[in-house]
C-alpha cells in the first residue's frame, strides 16, 4: 500500500503541474474511506482544486473537471474545480460531502477543508441528501434480494445507504462517510450490528468478486430502513444557506 500512496502522491505532483491547479484537497473516497475495502479495492482519489484568477475571469466556461485512470485502473483521480465544487455545496450534493470528510487524505490545505466543513453544514438539505441515498438503497435491494448470491461489495453499498437514510431521519448533522462511525451514532439492534462487523471482517478477506448469499436478518434491517426514509422523506427540511456566504468563501479561496 505504501508504493501505491507513493504514486498517488507522484501522480497528484504531476497533475498541478500539467493542468497548472493547486489542489485544495486530495483524498480517498469509496470502499476505502467508507472502511469496508477489499483486498483488491481500487484507489478512488477525489480532488478539489483550484485555478489561477485569471481563469475564472472570463465569459465563457471552461472544464471544470479533472479525470484520470492509472496503473492499469488500479488508481482512479478525479475532481471538481472550485467553483464547481461549492455551486454542488450549495446544492448539498452526498458525494462531495461525503469526501471533504474523508479519513484517508493525501493532500490538504487545512484552513480550507476546516472551513468548507463548516459552510457544509450550513447548506446540509437532508430531504437532498435522502432522495440520493434513498434511491441508491432502493435500487441496490432491489438488485441483491431478486438473486440467490450476490456481490457482498454491492450488499456493503446497499446497506450503507440505508443505514445513511436512518441517519438523516433521526439525526440533524450531516451522514458521516466512515460506515462504522454512522453505526455507532444510532440505536441499532446490537446482534445487527455484530453482524455487520462479522461481514466487514469477511470482505477484507475477499476479493471484490466474491458472491455472497443469505443474511435474511439484514435484508429485513434494509428494507425497515428504506420504509422509514420513504415514510419521512417528504416532510424533511431543505437547507438555508446563505448564498453570499459561498461567495466570500469563494473570493477568498480564488485570491489566496
Not at 486530495?26 to 474511506?33: K, N, Q, V, Y
Not at 483550484?50 to 482512479?76: A, V
Not at 490545505?109 to 441515498?133: C, D, G, T, W
Amino acid at each position: 500500500m505504501v508504493k501505491v500512496v507513493d504514486s498517488i502522491i507522484t501522480y497528484l505532483k504531476e497533475i498541478e503541474a500539467s493542468e497548472d491547479i493547486e489542489i485544495l484537497l486530495a483524498c480517498e473516497t469509496g470502499s476505502r474511506a467508507w472502511g469496508f475495502p477489499s483486498p483488491d479495492s481500487d484507489y478512488d482519489v477525489r480532488l478539489i482544486y483550484k485555478h489561477e484568477l485569471n481563469w475564472y475571469l472570463r465569459l465563457s466556461e471552461r472544464k471544470d473537471t479533472i479525470e484520470r485512470m492509472l496503473d492499469d485502473r488500479e488508481i482512479d483521480i478525479s475532481g471538481w474545480d472550485l467553483r464547481k465544487s461549492l455551486r454542488l455545496l450549495q446544492k448539498s450534493n452526498p458525494p462531495l460531502l461525503e469526501r471533504i470528510q474523508s479519513p484517508i487524505v493525501y493532500r490538504a490545505n487545512e484552513p480550507f477543508v476546516s472551513e468548507l466543513n463548516v459552510i457544509a453544514s450550513q447548506f446540509y438539505s437532508r430531504i437532498a441528501n435522502m432522495h440520493h441515498y434513498l434511491s441508491m438503497a432502493k435500487k441496490g435491494i432491489d438488485e441483491i434480494s431478486g438473486t440467490e448470491k450476490y456481490r457482498l461489495k454491492k450488499f456493503f453499498y446497499t446497506i450503507r445507504a440505508a443505514v445513511a437514510c436512518k441517519w438523516i431521519v433521526e439525526r440533524n448533522d450531516i451522514p458521516p462517510i466512515v460506515f462504522q462511525e454512522m453505526l455507532n451514532g444510532l440505536e441499532i439492534q446490537p446482534d445487527i450490528v455484530q453482524r455487520i462487523d462479522e461481514l466487514v471482517s469477511l470482505k477484507a478477506t475477499k476479493n471484490e468478486s466474491y458472491l455472497h448469499s443469505g443474511e435474511n436478518d439484514l435484508m429485513k434491517f434494509i428494507s425497515r430502513c428504506i420504509e422509514l426514509g420513504e415514510t419521512n422523506s417528504k416532510s424533511l427540511p431543505s437547507a438555508k444557506g446563505d448564498l453570499e456566504v459561498l461567495n466570500t468563501f469563494f473570493m477568498s479561496a480564488v485570491i489566496e
